[in-house]
């Protein structure tokens, strides 16, 4: 379908609203709640944290290695569509699924296995994928805005499964769920996701296809704005080797403090109300910086943002580390949650700024392997180091470590320069 004229409302942000409903349904039952869950399911089944914190590290690495086939099928003119639907599909089955789990291998065929599908097909690949290709200029808010989903599913869903888990238990909260996820995701993916503005008549940003030059009042078509890198040159250049370690070092921290956070609490001697509340301020603290943060990366250089984003979370851990009192945690929340937020912002501004938005979905599908060693092997390594030593602080102090080093990693990537001719 073609259109002959600039439509009111750029075309655009529908899709940002498509992929911020996938994002906040997607965490019904993830990042955010899988840690509200590990208790309930390891009480009444008799599992230990590493062995659930084990599926979610397994659906990670599946999904992860399934990056190089999603990521250019991404790049084509129905994949992306293609992927979200079944993606949507699976995620709500997932839940609907679990709560009818007995024994350990029946949990991580279906929440590992199954949840992997899932993530991969309406997670940060293909979403964040399909926006880099609408915007250009207004890049940081799109994602920004979609990116929110995500917070403010933290900010939904933790206390209404904390709620639903005590009146009605675990099970039949996951089934509200995985009902949930369905209503909100399957109707808008069908109806509205296309690849990029160009399958319309478009151009990024709902910038006209035609502009008129000042001077001989002729029109001049709009050439691609930025430069275009091809996976094989992208992968020659140093700056993507460093983004990938630097984004590696900081997601250790990221996603092994995040998931045990609500954990980490209550094994410091905190109430599980006073868990919940912390981590409902930590979804509402990311859910309002992540629109600025997305404006911010649009007027001064996202390396920049990047390095005062991972700063400011390897500054909020070490408060943490240091709280003992319930002022102090909500300090550190706080903290953490308004740099936290930043990035599934500034991580996909960053990759979608430096190679351009043509081949983006290859380039991030065959480096995605690489991330798993932060994304799959932080929330492990913290609940094995939990289990041994029965308490949360050499992993967190780990993490913090981490939080440092991949900053100033990130700080020295610049971006690339397109080689002449």
Request: glycine share 10%; proline share 5%; aromatic share 14%.
């Amino acid at each position: 379908m073609f259109v002959s004229k600039t439509p009111r409302i750029f075309y655009g942000w529908y899709i940002a609203v498509v992929c911020f409903l996938c994002w906040f349904a997607a965490d019904a039952f993830g990042w955010y709640t899988f840690g509200i869950f590990l208790g309930p399911i390891g009480k009444d089944l008799g599992w230990t944290t590493v062995m659930l914190t084990g599926a979610m590290t397994l659906r990670t690495l599946i999904g992860g290695l399934t990056g190089p086939i999603v990521g250019p099928i991404a790049d084509t003119r129905h994949g992306a569509r293609i992927l979200m639907t079944v993606g949507v599909l699976v995620a709500g089955a997932v839940p609907l699924l679990v709560s009818r789990v007995h024994v350990l291998w029946q949990f991580y065929l279906i929440y590992s296995v199954l949840g992997a599908l899932a993530m991969v097909g309406f997670g940060g690949l293909v979403t964040n994928t399909v926006l880099a290709k609408w915007f250009i200029r207004k890049r940081g808010r799109a994602i920004g805005f979609a990116a929110m989903g995500v917070s403010a599913a933290g900010m939904v869903f933790v206390p209404l499964a904390h709620f639903l888990i005590e009146r009605v238990g675990w099970r039949t909260t996951l089934v509200l769920l995985a009902c949930i996820i369905w209503a909100l995701t399957f109707v808008p993916v069908v109806l509205l996701i296309r690849r990029r503005p160009e399958d319309m008549g478009l151009m990024p940003d709902g910038d006209p296809p035609i502009r008129i030059d000042a001077e001989t009042g002729a029109g001049v078509e709009v050439v691609e704005p930025e430069a275009v890198w091809t996976l094989k040159e992208a992968l020659r250049t140093k700056t993507l080797w460093m983004l990938l370690m630097g984004f590696n070092l900081v997601g250790v921290a990221i996603s092994g403090a995040f998931l045990h956070f609500y954990p980490f609490l209550v094994a410091e001697g905190f109430s599980s109300n006073l868990a919940t509340t912390a981590l409902t301020t930590l979804a509402f603290c990311c859910f309002a910086v992540k629109l600025p943060w997305g404006f911010l990366s649009e007027r001064i250089h996202v390396r920049y943002c990047a390095t005062a984003c991972y700063a400011g979370c390897a500054a909020s851990l070490a408060i943490l580390l240091h709280s003992h009192s319930v002022p102090f945690i909500f300090l550190s929340t706080i903290a953490y949650g308004a740099t936290l937020g930043g990035d599934m912002v500034l991580r996909e501004v960053v990759y979608a700024n430096y190679f351009g938005r043509t081949f983006l979905g290859a380039i991030r599908g065959v480096v995605m392997p690489v991330n798993l060693v932060s994304t799959s092997g932080g929330p492990l390594f913290a609940a094995w180091l939990r289990d041994v030593t029965g308490s949360y602080e050499l992993p967190y102090t780990v993490f913090l470590m981490a939080a440092v080093v991949g900053t100033f990693v990130l700080y020295l990537a610049r971006p690339p320069v397109k080689p002449a001719g």
